[in-house]
């Protein structure tokens, strides 16, 4: 089991852009995919970015493509999530989540732990 801790969330203007965190404890970070995952209220939660353990190659959701930029530093134990260019829609619960494997994955059932979340709100 791994351990996540989230910060950087916040209430931004659109067009704004902020940078998440989440610091990693517990088995070898390197080991690992990392993926950033959102949520809003009635929704499922949704895949965002991934990253691959050695963070050779990285996924993206359609809508954020150019606009959101994961990477990760093994040497910190810790994965990021630069927002820019932020739209109202991207309003959401972000939450990090450690991968079973070293690739990166799209489906949330290649995750095994969860952070608890980081509210990002973007006004119009």
């Known amino acids: 089991q791994v351990q996540l801790v989230e910060s950087g969330g916040g209430l931004v203007q659109a067009g704004g852009s902020l940078r998440l965190s989440c610091a990693a404890s517990?088995?070898?970070?390197?080991?690992?995919?990392m993926g950033w995952f959102r949520q809003t209220p009635g929704r499922e939660r949704e895949f965002v970015a991934a990253?691959?353990?050695?963070?050779?190659?990285?996924r993206y959701e359609d809508s954020v493509k150019g606009r959101f930029i994961i990477s990760r530093d093994n040497l910190k134990n810790s994965v990021y999530l630069q927002l820019n260019n932020l739209k109202p829609e991207d309003t959401a619960v972000y939450y990090c989540?450690?991968?079973?494997?070293?690739?990166?994955?799209?489906?949330?059932?290649?995750?095994?732990?969860w952070g608890q979340g980081t509210q990002v709100t973007v006004s119009s």
């Open positions: 989540a450690a991968g079973s494997y070293s690739y990166a994955m799209v489906s949330l059932s290649n995750y095994d732990s």
């Open positions: 517990g088995r070898p970070f390197s080991n690992y995919a």
């Open positions: 990253i691959s353990a050695t963070g050779g190659f990285r």
